[in-house]
Nanobody, 125 residues
Framework: QVQFRESGGGLVQAGGSLRLSCVGS????????MGWFRRTPGKDRELVAT????????NYIDAVQGRFTISRDNAKNTVYLQMNNLKPEDTAVYYC??????????????????WGQGTQVTVSS
């Protein structure tokens, strides 16, 4: 059974930093691209960043470019999201997810089928 567990969320002031972690199990982690998503009440889940299975390719939405960094440690089955210069509009539940097939690099939310439970990030102004 594929499982992901996110951690690292919390309450931070605007301009602060957080690092989210996501540990995977039940999956050949090093062969799957990973994505970080976020959702706020009343809005659809939004893809924030993706990283390829070996870490060579990364993509970010414009809203976080230059402030967030996605990385991974395949030896630890873990993907990270370093978030700097946080803004109130970054407040959301953040999720990690993997696509349905290995060695598939995609930016389509619908392609991600295995999800964690999420971790709350709240940025105060």
């Amino acid at each position: 059974q594929v499982q992901f567990r996110e951690s690292g969320g919390g309450l931070v002031q605007a301009g602060g930093s957080l690092r989210l972690s996501c540990v995977g199990s039940g999956i050949s982690f090093s062969t799957y691209a990973m994505g970080w998503f976020r959702r706020t009440p009343g809005k659809d889940r939004e893809l924030v960043a993706t990283i390829s299975w070996g870490g060579e390719s990364r993509n970010y939405i414009d809203a976080v470019q230059g402030r967030f960094t996605i990385s991974r440690d395949n030896a630890k089955n873990t993907v990270y999201l370093q978030m700097n210069n946080l803004k109130p509009e970054d407040t959301a539940v953040y999720y990690c997810a993997a696509p349905s097939a290995p060695r598939t690099y995609t930016l389509e939310t619908a392609d991600f089928t295995s999800w964690g439970q999420g971790t709350q990030v709240t940025v105060s102004s």
